[in-house]
């Protein structure tokens, strides 16, 4: 069982272990637990003349120290209808992380929609560092209203302000940075994160960065709402997030407040205490450190399904020859004779494709791959007048050059990325033996001569597999389709993968052939001197 560690809030006079009031009576209730936190925890009370309820959420951390990350969040649809009953579960290693509800004050009840977060396991993950910082320049005039997003698939990483004790306010400026291939989807605007005086502890749901922020200032108060948007980094389908760790050192009241995260961090979150007697604000800030992804498998089998064959050429490889004669110039009676000779031709099969391929993270943590040929499997070959046979010939080459297929198991856990192309050449030798018989009356009084021809014939083919992908995650179940695609883009493989099902991914592969075809013999008689025909 993973651990679930109660989220230790900062929120002070309050019991950390749960949020504030989530919703107004007859309000919409949307809260989401942030960073790799599910809910472990729901009071709530009921007010009669309203008809209706406020709910509050405790959460708790699943990370269990880092071993663990909620890899996705998804919504679910409608789980119970007006004055009926709730009866759902998150699917298998997920946990539920937040609540959707409306009130209808007709009904008076609540239909709820739940968020559930997929966890995956965290362990060896490799950092990822962030490009370098762009500052802004100030993006408040004292007094004033402040509203700033991330542009692009940037995200916030740093805060910079100073403070006026004239007019108790504070200048800011954020710094943003990117990720090499990330995509950041943003989402709207948040409730407000604090009231006038109040504390604020705000936080990203899980593998959003925090993406913007806006504010406001009122001179009664001294002091600013805020609000703020965060980005979805799982999106891009190559990074997640490790739970929030909030900074340890606040700034001084009234002085400079600089803060940057680390290098392979994002801030994703805020938390933040106002003192009325100085008209300013201590600040932390939650920073997430950037893993890649872990889509890991237990294992994946690679499956040749079917293969076509569009260009189809024939040509011969060789002729031999066998030859006797019979001299009956003498002869007083005809004679027979023929020839019983097996001529043989040894011919080296080859079956060549070229791979590009590059040694990922998911490649060199999955614990076998497995390349094998579908039992309906067959080969396609486009109608070619006078050459008869061709399928059954590139079918029984290729198949013995497919049996070398194995399960490769893998033991290392070499994370760089190391890429190549591979150029791959399997040969199988045939012997190619034709034993027909050639036989001829010699007639009394000639010379004769008997030959055996033999042409042995090759065929090439340009040809295409279809193949099909399919994996086991670690926990056992089948792997989506979409991680399949990342594992696909990870390895470097050059063709474009299309989707089979919802746990297979298609692709194809060029494939040449050379194979042996068929062989003919031709039997000549010559008399001594000049030929007479077959």
């Not at 004033?144 to 400026?173: C, M, Q, Y």
């Not at 709402?225 to 929030?244: E, H, N, T, V």
């Not at 889509?295 to 189809?312: A, L, R």
Request: aromatic fraction near 10%; hydrophobic fraction near 30%; include cysteine.
């Amino acid at each position: 069982p993973i651990p679930c560690v109660p989220w230790q809030s900062q929120t002070s006079g309050q019991n950390p272990r749960w949020s504030n009031w989530r919703n107004n009576m007859d309000g919409l209730l949307n809260y989401k637990c942030g960073g790799n936190y599910g809910i472990t925890g729901l009071q709530s009370y009921h007010w009669n003349s309203r008809e209706d309820r406020r709910f509050n959420i405790k959460c708790c951390d699943v990370s269990n120290n880092g071993d663990y990350a909620i890899s996705t969040v998804y919504q679910t649809g409608y789980v119970n209808e007006y004055d009926g009953k709730i009866n759902f579960k998150c699917g298998y290693m997920e946990v539920l992380v937040g609540l959707y509800s409306h009130h209808d004050n007709h009904k008076e009840d609540r239909r709820f929609k739940l968020y559930c977060g997929r966890i995956a396991p965290a362990d060896n993950l490799k950092a990822a560092k962030r490009n370098s910082v762009d500052w802004t320049n100030w993006l408040n005039d004292w007094d004033r209203a402040l509203e700033f997003t991330a542009p692009g698939n940037s995200f916030i990483v740093g805060f910079d302000s100073h403070h006026d004790n004239h007019r108790e306010d504070r200048r800011w400026k954020l710094g943003t940075a990117t990720l090499d291939g990330a995509i950041c989807e943003e989402n709207g605007w948040s409730a407000p994160a604090n009231g006038y005086d109040d504390t604020m502890d705000y936080l990203c749901p899980a593998n959003h960065a925090l993406a913007g922020a806006k504010s406001s200032h009122h001179n009664h108060h001294e002091d600013r709402i805020w609000w703020f948007r965060c980005c979805d980094l799982s999106k891009s389908g190559i990074y997640l997030l490790k739970s929030p760790l909030l900074s340890s050192q606040p700034n001084n009241l009234d002085g400079r407040l600089f803060y940057e995260c680390a290098q392979d961090s994002v801030i994703s979150g805020a938390f933040s205490v106002h003192s009325n007697s100085k008209e300013d604000r201590h600040w932390l800030f939650y920073c997430s450190q950037v893993v890649k992804i872990s889509s890991y498998f237990k294992e994946i089998s690679d499956v040749v399904v079917s293969t076509e064959c569009p260009v189809i050429t024939s040509g011969v490889v060789d002729k031999k020859t066998a030859s006797m004669s019979t001299d009956g110039t003498n002869a007083i009676r005809d004679s027979n004779m023929e020839i019983e000779d097996c001529l043989e031709l040894s011919f080296e099969n080859q079956v060549q494709w070229t791979e590009s391929t590059c040694k990922s993270e998911t490649s060199a943590h999955t614990k076998s791959y497995t390349s094998s040929v579908s039992h309906e499997w067959s080969v396609t070959a486009s109608a070619t007048t006078g050459i008869y046979g061709v399928e059954a010939s590139l079918e029984t080459s290729y198949s013995l050059a497919l049996e070398d297929s194995k399960t490769t198991e893998d033991t290392t856990e070499n994370s760089e990325e190391q890429c190549s192309e591979n150029t791959e050449v399997s040969t199988t030798s045939t012997t190619m033996s034709n034993c027909k018989i050639c036989s001829t009356t010699v007639p009394s009084g000639s010379c004769v001569v008997l030959k055996k021809v033999v042409t042995y014939r090759k065929i090439t083919a340009h040809c295409e597999d279809f193949r099909e992908v399919s994996a086991t995650n670690i926990d056992g179940s089948k792997a989506e389709y979409k991680d399949l695609v990342i594992f696909f883009k990870e390895i470097g493989m050059k063709s474009s993968p299309y989707k089979v099902g919802p746990h297979t991914l298609g692709y194809r592969t060029e494939v040449d052939m050379e194979v042996a075809h068929d062989h003919q013999a031709a039997c000549i008689i010559d008399r001594c001197g000049g030929e007479t025909g077959e």
